[in-house]
Structures are given as structure tokens and as C-alpha cells.
């Protein structure tokens, strides 16, 4: 390498060094250590004792672990569809050129910029059984006993898939960016064929931006396990019989509440590979439904 | 090359500043030495012990501390002192030692304590060993807590009971519990309001009508909750590496928990419950005039005087299951603590400050304007008379019960009483009889506890030669 090289090379470590000394410290290190500490017993303050597989051993006999698990891919089985298909169909409904239409995707997009915790207080008050607006609306509609939303564990999950959709705001947005970039040639051409509205959106519309249907369903996988904070803000962590104890809320009662950092650690090297799983599994399955324009 | 020198030293005197911005905060200030105390009371508790503290600063010129109220004060410790930088002074509670201790996170005071002749004859034998774990003291009592019944004298009389005699037997507080509770129900087309007592078996047990009013709430005991098995003689723990979440006391407790579901409905209670703040917010349902009867320790004035200013109350010992307590009241009592967290900067100027709030006319004042009592041994003439809670004397006695007991000594004592709290939603779901949830909270509790232990027997001898370090501090 040459000195002016060397030079430039220096001068552009130098300046990118906050970011590597942060990414380092707190990125970096911290992962690695948790590789570590996931085959110890460490309360964070003392030193860590070494425990090989039993940590991990645990996690199998661990009912409250597979409690949480199964409460996770449950919630996830509601909410991602609903989320995915609704998103979808907010877009296509604000793709429409309609009057006010910049107003209609104003609205929509707001809630995604509430705080999660603002956002998780308003939607305590709309599900409570006896106040809440949602029963009050039902029982208007003759409903005699509407759901406890939040006290009865059959409906916890279920009231936070509810919640989910408050925030799908961002979603649209990046469905509508691609419902834009669909040719509009293909859409003319089908419709000089005669086809409907709905074949239009099946054969056309659907496969066109299959790509970020697709995207959106990994990133949604990748985020639905690492659910936590409407779940945390609203049911106080685990809700009624540990119904809403969901995967990252157990990591977190483990690290931060009970201090076990080796078997929270465990705990959060599975979620990884779980994700890694369900994501090449998704890839697999989306493989005959993905459609690039490269293509 | 000068000016990209400077610039240089500059951004270095930058990065500097930042860093000590990270600090723990000024160590001396006018040459009086700083000592930071982190204390989780808020609002009167809080102000209460800054007047404390005021004092203290006054009293001398070599020492000035800092107090400062922190939510979740257990957890940022833990967090505070892992890290090197905890604050000097602590202010947990008494369950927070043996797990805080054995994690490491405590100075042991006996050395000084020992030098500054301060010892277990000045304090409730009670109080005292809830300082104290594995052969240490760990922190020194400010004000301790027990609970009693707390009782709506007009709430008494609409339901045509004596307002000055609140229930002496489990049997009769059961009663007037139900004789306290109101319901509206639909009788030939219209809603009527009538007391629990007054419907019809059938009525009873169809469920179908709205609790506007109870005569007491298993499940409104706040911090509580976990003690309900006090008052039925149920045991927690053997004190041998044995949890006993299923023995037949803590059977006999939920097997009640169960009943009240039962009795009421478990929707019933869902949508009564609902709705209602949190412990001590002015919106639980005791302030607000539709529980007639709560356990309730001696701050609950303060509350009355705060949030519901109109009601009338009176306080009694909760009564115990029939046999339980061998004739002395049943209480459920703890003690906030002062404790110095490990690595804290001026350990020997925050071990005089605990020590001043040891002292009889200071512990007084704290407890006084805290509505609370002391955990002193003596009590001064005319403490009770000139206290501001009428009740205190009951408190006090309460507190000296032979029958009063703390939730177990035990390190795990948080995860315990977290699954003790699922068992109650599970009984009061009616989805587990008492019995199987409960086996379950033991085989857990004792899984988790036999991993505290094993971790034990591997650092405890290296922790205890630790602790020793500091007995000629």
C-alpha cells in the first residue's frame, strides 16, 4: 500500500472509529459474550460459573419456556396474516385515486408514530370489559356479553393481534411504494383483455409485488418473535394465567428480573435460530409465489 | 499543523468532558463529602425523608447527601452496582437482602455497626432479623410496615352493622363480607339493588348480576397479595433447601381464593375488578367507596387524607383462619431498609448517616410524618399520643404480635411470589383447583431454587470470605 493509501485508509478508520468503537462495545462484545455466558450460571454482579449444556437442558424441561414458545407462534398465527392482508388492503384502497387521498394515507400513517407506550394506554381503556368503547359498541349491537379482552386469557392474544393492525401504517406505506411500481402497461393490457377488477389484482397487481409481500412477510416473522412491549405496557408483562408471555418478555424476566443472564442468554441464541429457521422455511415455501421482474 | 493540533486537543477535552459527565456525579462540594442516596419513595414518603436528610446536612459540616427518589430502585441498583458506580446510600425493602446479599451487591455493616455499639438489643427482634442474612446485617431499618383491616364506617352502617365493631373471627369477616356486598339484578323486569346476603339460592347461584359493591376483595391486597397464607398458617418455606408452596395452609388459602370465585362469579369479579388504578392511586375501589373492608398497612391514612378526604374509617386486626395465630393477631410485617451497596464511594460517610437514622428522636420524626411507627425497641412518650394516625397504636402492637410473620428469607423470593401469583389467577379462573396449582408453583419454585443453590455451593465460601474482608472496616 502506498503512503497516500495508507493515509487515506487511516484518516478513514479514524473517522468511521465512533461508529466501530461503538459497534465494538456494544454490539459486538455483548453478543459474543452472551455466546459465553449462555453455557454459564451468571447473576450479572457475580463472576460466572461455568455449566456447560445446562442451560440449554433446561429450556427442554421448562414448561413456562414452551409456554412461551407456543404463546408466540399463536399470536403470530393471528396477527401476521391479519396484519399482512389488511396492510395490503389499505393500500390498494389508498392507491385509489380518490379526493383527499393524501389526507386518507396521512391518517393512517399517524398511529404508526405514536409511541408504542401511548399508543398501548389508549388501547387499555378502548378493550376494558366494563368501560371500554369496543364492548360498549357491542353491546349496542346486542351483544349480551361481549369478551373480557384483557382479564380472560382465552382473549389476551387475540386483543393484542387487534392492537397490532394500530401500528400497520408502516407496511402500507411500503405496499403502496410497490403497488406505484407496477406497470402500468400490464394493467392496460389486461383490462383491454376484458379482465375484472378482482382478476386484475390476483393476476397482475398480486404477482407484481409478490417481492415485498414477500419481504414483508419475513420482516414480519423476524419482528412477531420478538414481540414485547404492547404486551409488556398493556398486561403488565406476562397477563392473566401467563397467556401473553411471550418469547422476548421471558428473555427479559430472566435477564432483568430474576438475574439469570446464562439462561436468559440461552434463551436468546434459540430465538435466533428459531428465526434463521422460520425464515429459510418461509424462503422455501414463498419460492413458487415470488415473482422478480428480472425474471 | 499547530491549528490541527489544537483541534485535536480540543475534540480530546471534548471527549473528556463527556466521559466524566458519565460519572457517578461530584464527590465533595465545598469540602463536605457527597454522599448519593437513592431512596424509591415518591410524593409525602419522599418529602418526609428529605426533611430527614435536611436535618442530617444541618447537623454537621463534614457530610452532605444527596438524596434522590428512584422508581424500580432494586432493579437500577443491581444494575448501578454491577457496573462499579452505585449510588452510597440504598433504600430497598427487607426482601431485597438475602437475594441483593448473596448476589453480592450489599456491604456487610457488622464491623462498623459493632464499633458504633449499635446491635439487636435497640430493635424489634422482629425487624432486626429481617436485616439480616447468612450471619450479616446487611442494611438498618427506617420504617417498617405491617398490615391490618381497614374498614368504611358509613358502608357499615347503610348495611345495618355496627360501625365501631369490625369482625373479630374469619367466620363473621366472612359474613359481613358477603352482608357488604352489593348487587344489582333483575327481578320481575326491573333492576334491583339488594345486598349478596339477600338473594335467593337460585339467584346465588345463577350469577346473573353486576357487583356494584364488595365487602372485601381477596385480590385487592396490593404489595401483599402472596401473604394471604399468613392468616391460614401456611408455610412458604422449611428453611432447608425446601420450598413448601403445597402444604396444607397454602391449600387451605387458594381453596378460599377459590371459593370467593366461586361465590361471585368469575366474570362477575373480571368486570367488577376492571377498570380500578393500582395499589395506592386514589382509583382503587377502598378510596373510591364500593370495597367496604381492605388489608391495608399503617401509610393507608395518608391515601384516606390524599385521595378520599370524606371517608370515614376504622382499623382492626385482620382475622385469621379459625386455630391460626394461637390467640395473637395475625400480621404480615417488613421493613424498608437502609443499606450501602457494594463499591459505593464513601462507605464510612454513608454508614453515619444510616447511623443517625438510628437515632430514637430522628426515627420518630421519619415515622411520624410517614404515618408509620419505628422499629426501635422503646417507644418515646407521647409518640402514640401526638401521632397523626390514630391507628398506630394498633400497628405497633400488631407488630410486636408473636403471630406476625414476613414472606420467606429466601433469594428467589421475587420468582416465588411471581408464581404464586399465577397459581391465584388460575384458582380464581376456576380452571385449577387449588391443589394442582399449587403443585405446580412447588416444582417450579424448587427447580429454581436447587439452581440457586448449586450456584451457592460453588461461590458461597469465596462470597463469605468476602463479607469477613469487612468486619475491621
Not at chain 2, 361471585?264 to 395499589?279: K, P
Request: include cysteine; charged fraction near 20%; aromatic fraction near 12%.
Amino acid at each position: 500500500m502506498k503512503t497516500g493509501e495508507a493515509r487515506r485508509t487511516a484518516l478513514g478508520l479514524a473517522f468511521t472509529s465512533p461508529w466501530i468503537v461503538g459497534f465494538a462495545a456494544f454490539t459486538l462484545f455483548p453478543v459474543c459474550a452472551s455466546v459465553y455466558y449462555s453455557f454459564c450460571d451468571y447473576d450479572v454482579l457475580s463472576r460466572p460459573v461455568w455449566v456447560g449444556l445446562l442451560n440449554y437442558q433446561d429450556m427442554v424441561t421448562d414448561r413456562v419456556f414452551w409456554q412461551s414458545v407456543s404463546n408466540t407462534l399463536v399470536f403470530n398465527l393471528m396477527a401476521l396474516p391479519i396484519g399482512l392482508v389488511s396492510a395490503l388492503a389499505l393500500a390498494l384502497l389508498l392507491n385509489e385515486p380518490v379526493r383527499l387521498r393524501g389526507v386518507f394515507r396521512a391518517v393512517y400513517y399517524l398511529p404508526s408514530l405514536v409511541p408504542a407506550v401511548a399508543g398501548a394506554m389508549v388501547w387499555l381503556w378502548i378493550l376494558n370489559s366494563r368501560l371500554g368503547l369496543l364492548n360498549q359498541a357491542l353491546e349496542a349491537l346486542g351483544v349480551s356479553s361481549p369478551p373480557q379482552w384483557l382479564t380472560d386469557p382465552a382473549w389476551t392474544k387475540p386483543s393484542l393481534a387487534l392492537v397490532s393492525l394500530w401500528g400497520c401504517g408502516n407496511t402500507v406505506v411500503i405496499y403502496l411504494a410497490a403497488l406505484q411500481g407496477v406497470p402500468r402497461s400490464l394493467l392496460e393490457a389486461a383490462m383491454i383483455d376484458g379482465a375484472s377488477p378482482w382478476k386484475r389484482l390476483v393476476h397482475v397487481t398480486l404477482p407484481a409485488i409478490s417481492p415485498v409481500i414477500y419481504f414483508n412477510l419475513l420482516i414480519g416473522i423476524i419482528g412477531g418473535l420478538q414481540v414485547f412491549s404492547a404486551a409488556f405496557v398493556m398486561m403488565g408483562g406476562a397477563g392473566p394465567e401467563r397467556s401473553v408471555l411471550f418469547y422476548a418478555i421471558y428473555i427479559y424476566q430472566n435477564a432483568f428480573e430474576y438475574r439469570h443472564m446464562g439462561y436468559a442468554s440461552a434463551m436468546a441464541w434459540m430465538l435466533c435460530l428459531l428465526i434463521m429457521a422460520l425464515t429459510w422455511v418461509a424462503s422455501r415455501l414463498a419460492r413458487g409465489f415470488v415473482h422478480y421482474p428480472s425474471e | 499543523m499547530h491549528a490541527a493540533r489544537c483541534r485535536w486537543s480540543a475534540l480530546a477535552a471534548l471527549a473528556l468532558a463527556v466521559l466524566a459527565g458519565c460519572g457517578p456525579g461530584p464527590s465533595s462540594t465545598g469540602g463536605r463529602v457527597v454522599v448519593s442516596y437513592w431512596e424509591k419513595w415518591s410524593g409525602f414518603e419522599a418529602d418526609a425523608m428529605q426533611a430527614v436528610v435536611d436535618d442530617f446536612n444541618r447537623s454537621q459540616g463534614r457530610i452532605e447527601v444527596r438524596m434522590l427518589s428512584v422508581s424500580g430502585v432494586d432493579t437500577k441498583l443491581l444494575l448501578a452496582a454491577s457496573s462499579g458506580h452505585p449510588p452510597d446510600v440504598a433504600g430497598l425493602w427487607s426482601e431485597n437482602i438475602p437475594d441483593f446479599s448473596e448476589k453480592g451487591a450489599l456491604t456487610p455493616l457488622d464491623g462498623g455497626l459493632a464499633k458504633a455499639g449499635i446491635g439487636a438489643e435497640r430493635y424489634v427482634p422482629f425487624f432486626w432479623e429481617l436485616c439480616r442474612h447468612r450471619g450479616f446485617t446487611w442494611g438498618l431499618p427506617t420504617t417498617p410496615g405491617c398490615v391490618a383491616l381497614f374498614y368504611n364506617k358509613k358502608l357499615f352502617r347503610a348495611a345495618g352493622l355496627d360501625p365501631e365493631r369490625p369482625p373479630r373471627t374469619f367466620a363473621e369477616f366472612e359474613e359481613m363480607s358477603r352482608r357488604l356486598t352489593i348487587v344489582d339484578i333483575e327481578r320481575g323486569g326491573r333492576m334491583a339493588r339488594v345486598s349478596f346476603s339477600e338473594l335467593t339460592p337460585a339467584e346465588r347461584l345463577g350469577r346473573h348480576y353486576t357487583l356494584v359493591q364488595v365487602g372485601h376483595l381477596p385480590q385487592d391486597a396490593g404489595m401483599f397479595l402472596s401473604g394471604w397464607g399468613c392468616w391460614f398458617g401456611a408455610r412458604y418455606y422449611d428453611g432447608d433447601r425446601k420450598v413448601v408452596a403445597d402444604d396444607a395452609g397454602q391449600v387451605a388459602t387458594y381453596d378460599w381464593l377459590r371459593e370467593t370465585a366461586q361465590t361471585y362469579g368469575v366474570d362477575n369479579l373480571r368486570n367488577f375488578i376492571e377498570g380500578f388504578g393500582v395499589a395506592q392511586s386514589g382509583q382503587t375501589p377502598f378510596l373510591g367507596g364500593t370495597e367496604a373492608m381492605v388489608v391495608q398497612g399503617p401509610w393507608m391514612p395518608n391515601f384516606i387524607a390524599k385521595y378520599a378526604p370524606g371517608l370515614e374509617w376504622g382499623a382492626a386486626a385482620c382475622p385469621a383462619a379459625e386455630g391460626v395465630g394461637g390467640g395473637s393477631p395475625v400480621t404480615l410485617a417488613q421493613c424498608d431498609v437502609v443499606a450501602i451497596p457494594r463499591g459505593a464511594s464513601h462507605p464510612k460517610e454513608a454508614f453515619e448517616f444510616i447511623c443517625y437514622l438510628q437515632r430514637q428522636e430522628v426515627a420518630e420524626k421519619l415515622a411520624r410524618a410517614q404515618q408509620k411507627f419505628t422499629a426501635l425497641r422503646s417507644v418515646s412518650p407521647g409518640f402514640i399520643e401526638h401521632h397523626p394516625n390514630p391507628a398506630i397504636g394498633l400497628f405497633l402492637a400488631l407488630s410486636r404480635s408473636p403471630a406476625a410473620r414476613s414472606v420467606p428469607r429466601l433469594s428467589i423470593w421475587h420468582e416465588y411470589d411471581a408464581e404464586l401469583a399465577v397459581a391465584r389467577e388460575r384458582v380464581l379462573s376456576l380452571r385449577f383447583s387449588s391443589a394442582d396449582a399449587l403443585r405446580e408453583v412447588q416444582e417450579r419454585v424448587q427447580w429454581r431454587l436447587d439452581r440457586v443453590m448449586r450456584r451457592w455451593d460453588v461461590v458461597g465460601a469465596e462470597r463469605v470470605a468476602e463479607w469477613r474482608a469487612y468486619e475491621d472496616w
